[in-house]
């Protein structure tokens, strides 16, 4: 079994940044991709950007430019640094990490960008 904790989420001003960090536990002998999802109400829940085990990257066209996915392997941990935030960036974020052929979801962290 695996345990994601996500920590990092708030209440931010637009034009600033947060940094959400998502820790994997558990029984993990190798995870693959990481991967960082957000709902916003009333919307389906979407990809925001993924990285692979060997470190390749991929974003959403909204968030291009603005934010960061990384990831330290050590750690079991993934990391999404979001710079010149926006109001429409306000939703849950959610981590997904492959592990094996499972996937396990984040509890979510809420992020809010006020205008």
């Known amino acids: 079994q695996v345990q994601l904790v996500e920590s990092g989420g708030g209440l931010v001003q637009a034009g600033g940044s947060l940094r959400l960090s998502c820790a994997a536990s558990?029984?993990?002998?190798?995870?693959?991709?990481m991967d960082w999802y957000r709902q916003a109400p009333g919307k389906q829940r979407e990809l925001v950007a993924y990285?692979?085990?060997?470190?390749?990257?991929n974003y959403a066209d909204s968030v291009k430019g603005r934010f960061t996915i990384s990831r330290d392997n050590a750690k079991n941990t993934v990391y999404l640094q979001m710079n010149s935030l926006k109001p429409e960036d306000t939703a849950v974020y959610y981590c997904?990490?492959?592990?094996?052929?499972?996937?396990?979801w984040g509890q979510g962290t809420q992020v809010t960008v006020s205008s």
């Open positions: 990285t692979t085990r060997g470190g390749s990257t």
């Open positions: 558990g029984t993990i002998f190798s995870i693959n991709a």
């Open positions: 997904y990490v492959m592990v094996g052929g499972t996937g396990y």
